[in-house]
């Protein structure tokens, strides 16, 4: 089995479900049947692209609708783990016993939609180390690990991080809210910007830098084994100033994984300390 890798592709078959359908009528929250043995590697917080192979649809099951070409049509964002269910939609099943089966199904949301602007596959050029063969070529079955770096070049060829449709939510995973810190003794306000709290633009800067603080080095997960898997903040090198209309987040130059400790002491002052500086000065 592929190892996981915390992204997936979704594959789906429109000659079974019109997923065309399911997009122009607006909903955003499904369940997707997975394979059996990925199930138990879903999490809350993680993404995917659903990605549509042959449209095999005669035309009398196109019934006048656009025959779709194979590529990525949707980004869509984990919400929880798998369950032994049948599909919570009707309507867009082409044989509605399908839908009624059990099968294990994890719930997603769609993010961003790509109707009308698939990413298709025939014109994916992919660098060497963010080639997914599963992707590309396609798998015989319902769920398979993607290639992070793939994921992040599909987002940024659809318009990057900013452009993707994201609850807000109020923490993210290993954040707690930085609204009050408490320092020596004093409450300072601390404020987390949009950009640290982009749970994709974060996602990608922790897949490139891991989890270790960069001013001090400190890791949960060393120090506290399973409750701290994970856990850490991401502050934005970037002052809000200086950000013009046009600003893109690029995750790997514009942030960097800190511990909260060291967030605080961060934005101890404005403008924020440098993380060299800021690490000159740990003893």
Partial sequence: MKEPTGYWTFYCNPKRWYIDDFIRSGETEDTFSVSDFHRNYFKEGQFGVIRVGRDKRT????????????????????????????????GYWAEESDG?????????????????????LEELDLPADAYDQH???????????????????????????????????????????????ILEGAKKHVTVNAYERNP???????????????????????????????????????????????????????????CPNCHAMLHRRKPAYGIEELRGMVK
Avoid: W
Wanted: hydrophobic share 35%; charged share 30%; proline share 5%.
């Fill in 59 to 90: 035309l009398k099951e196109l019934a006048g609708r656009n025959r779709l070409q194979s590529g990525v049509y949707a980004i869509v964002e984990i919400l929880g783990e798998p369950k032994l269910m049948k599909s919570t939609k009707k």
């Fill in 135 to 181: 992707l590309v070529r396609g798998q015989q079955a319902s769920t398979m690990p993607l290639n992070p770096l793939t994921f992040h070049t599909i987002i940024d060829l659809i318009g990057g991080y900013e452009t993707i449709s994201l609850l807000e939510k109020d923490t993210l995973p290993g954040e707690f809210a930085l609204d009050e810190v």
């Fill in 200 to 258: 994709l633009a974060r996602k990608r800067c922790l897949d490139h830098y891991g989890y270790n603080c960069t001013v001090c080095d400190f890791n949960f997960y060393e120090v506290y084994g399973d409750i701290g898997k994970d856990f850490i903040h991401v502050h934005h090198l970037t002052e809000l100033s200086s950000i013009g209309e046009e600003y893109k987040v690029d995750p790997i130059k514009d942030l960097r994984p800190v």
């Fill in 100 to 120: 009624d089966k059990e099968k294990y199904r994890v719930p997603i949301r769609y993010v961003k939609t790509l109707l009308d602007n698939p990413v298709l």
